[in-house]
């Protein structure tokens, strides 16, 4: 069973920057992608970014330029790294990994972005 834990969520004003992290404990061995989730209130959620066990990268048109996802394979750990954030980028972040046919999802992790 793989259980994600995130952290670094928090309240920061426009502009600023904040630091996402999600560590995955069980065996991620052959995972399909890792990424990174939101939900705002009243939307559904959606895709911010994503890596390929390749390496490969996607990322939503909105935060294209200003966020960066990267991971760390000896610490089981994806990352979203997360710059000039606006009000618009309030949410719950959400880390994924799917393998498989399992997806799994952590327990959300609250950012807030004050004009």
């Known amino acids: 069973q793989v259980q994600l834990v995130e952290s670094g969520g928090g309240s920061v004003q426009a502009g600023g920057s904040l630091r996402l992290s999600c560590a995955a404990s069980g065996s991620i061995f052959g995972f399909t992608t890792m990424g990174w989730y939101r939900q705002a209130p009243g939307k559904q959620r959606g895709l911010v970014a994503h890596i390929t066990r390749g390496g490969s990268t996607n990322y939503a048109d909105s935060v294209k330029g200003r966020f960066t996802i990267s991971r760390d394979d000896a610490k089981n750990t994806v990352y979203l790294q997360m710059n000039s954030l606006e009000p618009e980028d309030t949410a719950v972040y959400y880390c994924?990994?799917?393998?498989?046919?399992?997806?799994?999802w952590g327990q959300g992790t609250q950012v807030t972005v004050s004009s």
């Open positions: 994924n990994v799917i393998i498989g046919w399992n997806n799994y």
